[in-house]
């Protein structure tokens, strides 16, 4: 028997009270159901923090219509399977909702509670689908993007530290912007840096500092992005990623580089949002201060998403973070480095803003074996252990 704790999760929306009251009777038994009564309570309702397994919309419906609606939900809830209810609807409104809204079934009214409760099973069915594909398909890639992690962190750990600066201030930015594939943005920001193993130690030095390139070295740094699409493509479902790589140099003017048409929101999101975090990373570079960092992106707004440079504002990381110096021995993995870490003869072991791995835990111990030893204390963000956001996989559309 069904118990209330694992009964799918249903939300029917519509305009008639009585017949969401009516439809909720005939469902309780098989289907935890939650109603709303018009578009915007819907959208509402899917602001919970518990998914919903099947959306279910009627039609005909004052201000927002179902197609609009279950267009709105499949990006508010992309892995809720999308039903359509309906009474009062012509061959190319069923059509214009199917598309719009990727809707899974529809229904004609009136509809027989049997009928109804079947095709909500097959859509828990499809829901359920979904998931486990995303769930799959996240540990197959995190898997590939923390083993690529690995090889950069060991090739060149001031570009690993670069991505892993960047990640936090990405992550920070897509908690207060929705994204849909929020997961395709992330992994483009931490892979990003793959490219940077293609170039010369002394460009890849200068990169670091900040320090002027030559035209050049410019240009193989402008090349980078395409180094790391190849690096990711033979990744399978890594091509949203290699697209918002591949933008990344874009502004949202439509400046930069491809050299395309391009601009503005047709710009990948993942493709802006590394716009905007790779240019605060190098402003930090050259020694700038949080605030002023930000005060420059400002004055070059034409190059950024204003939503997400408005988002970017409200985070912390554009504020400066306090930090405190730790000994080798009470490091911990998740730790942020807020100043290089350097031998006690001065030299570079790793650069800030590297989160703390157990590889690079292994790496500082081995160092701090040596006559050389590690210079401390260690300066680490005042933010106890940061955890890593896990990206979130893409996933079939019910």
Same mark, same amino acid.
């Given at each position: ?26 469902? *309780? ?8 009564? $018009? ?66 079934? &529809? ?22 689908? %979904? ?7 996240? +540990? ?25 600066? &960047? ?23 931490? &892979?990003? +840096? ?7 130690? #002394? ?6 500092? $900040? ?74 570079? +050259? /020694? ?10 400002? #004055? ?26 730790? &000994? ?15 031998? *006690?003869?001065?030299?570079?072991? %790793?650069?800030? /803003? +590297?989160?703390? #791995? %157990? $590889?690079?835990?292994? *790496?500082? *111990? ?7 030893? %590690? ?22 559309? $019910?």
């Amino acid at each position: 028997m069904t118990t209330a704790v694992d009964k799918p999760r249903i939300l029917l929306v519509d305009d008639e009270p009585h017949l969401l009251d009516g439809l909720r009777r005939q469902l *309780r038994r098989d289907f935890t159901v939650e109603t709303a009564v $018009g578009a915007a309570n819907g959208l509402f309702a899917l602001k919970a923090d518990t998914p919903f397994a099947v959306i279910v919309s009627d039609f005909l419906m004052p201000g927002i219509n179902g197609a609009e609606f279950l267009a709105a939900a499949a990006k508010a809830a992309p892995t809720s399977t999308r039903m359509l209810l309906t009474g009062h609807t012509s061959l190319a409104d069923a059509a214009v909702t199917v598309n719009q809204g990727r809707v899974f079934r &529809m229904l004609l009214k009136p509809v027989d509670t049997e009928t109804m409760t079947a095709a909500l099973r097959d859509c828990v069915n499809q829901h359920r689908l %979904v998931v486990s594909e995303r769930e799959l398909l996240e +540990q197959t890639l995190q898997g590939s993007v923390k083993a690529l992690s690995d090889v950069l962190s060991l090739a060149s750990p001031a570009a690993f530290g670069r991505a892993a600066r &960047m990640r936090r201030v990405a992550s920070a930015i897509l908690d207060k912007v929705p994204a849909e594939d929020r997961w395709a943005a992330e992994l483009a920001v931490e &892979m990003a +840096q793959l490219g940077i193993v293609s170039l010369p130690p #002394t460009v890849a030095g200068k990169l670091d500092a $900040g320090a002027e390139l030559t035209p050049a070295e410019q240009a193989m740094v402008d090349h980078l992005p395409a180094v790391a699409e190849q690096l990711i493509a033979p990744i399978p479902r890594m091509a949203p990623v290699a697209e918002c790589i591949h933008y990344s140099r874009k502004g949202f003017d439509g400046s930069g580089t491809p050299g395309d048409a391009t601009a503005g929101e047709r710009i990948p999101f993942g493709g802006r949002l590394l716009r905007l975090v790779q240019d605060h990373d190098a402003l930090l570079l +050259q /020694g700038m201060s949080p605030t002023v960092a930000l005060a420059t992106l400002r #004055t070059n707004a034409r190059l950024y998403d204003p939503a997400l440079l408005e988002a970017f504002a409200a985070t912390a990381a554009a504020s400066a973070e306090s930090i405190r110096g730790v &000994m080798l021995t009470d490091l911990q993995s998740g730790m942020v480095l807020a100043a290089a870490v350097r031998s *006690r003869s001065d030299v570079l072991l %790793v650069n800030a /803003g +590297q989160e703390v #791995t %157990v $590889g690079l835990l292994t *790496r500082l *111990r081995n160092f701090a074996a040596l006559e050389d030893g %590690v210079a401390e204390p260690l300066m680490i963000l005042d933010e106890a252990v940061v955890s890593p956001r896990a990206a979130t996989a893409p996933a079939a559309t $019910g």
